[in-house]
Nanobody, 119 residues
Framework: QVQLVESGGGSVEAGGSLRLSCVPS????????MGWFRQLPGKKRERVAT???????RYADSVKGRFTISKDNAKHTLYLQMNSLKPEDTAVYSC?????????????WGQGTQVTVSS
């Protein structure tokens, strides 16, 4: 069973920055579609950013211009650089992977890392 391990969450003041990392236990998964999602208690999970098998990148409108998704295939690591953070970005952030293109659906999920932005 492949595992995705996130790190980099924490607490920051509004306007600050954080960088999340996600490492798959199976290195080959870094070449598949991978993405970042976030969820607040009692709310629906929101797709934040994805990078597809062909490296096509998509962002949620709420984070465009502030967040950057990237991956380092040599280090087998997915990143989410979050700048100009707002209190409404507070959530548990999880990385996920799809078996190929994103359209096949996200089948593997990390445990999540908490991001808290104070005003």
């Amino acid at each position: 069973q492949v595992q995705l391990v996130e790190s980099g969450g924490g607490s920051v003041e509004a306007g600050g920055s954080l960088r999340l990392s996600c490492v798959p236990s199976d290195e080959s998964y870094i070449t598949f579609c991978m993405g970042w999602f976030r969820q607040l208690p009692g709310k629906k999970r929101e797709r934040v950013a994805t990078i597809d098998l062909d490296d096509e990148i998509r962002y949620a409108d709420s984070v465009k211009g502030r967040f950057t998704i990237s991956k380092d295939n040599a280090k087998h690591t997915l990143y989410l650089q979050m700048n100009s953070l707002k209190p409404e970005d507070t959530a548990v952030y999880s990385c996920a992977s799809a078996p190929g293109y994103c359209g096949r659906g996200f089948a593997v999920w990390g445990q999540g890392t908490q991001v808290t932005v104070s005003s």
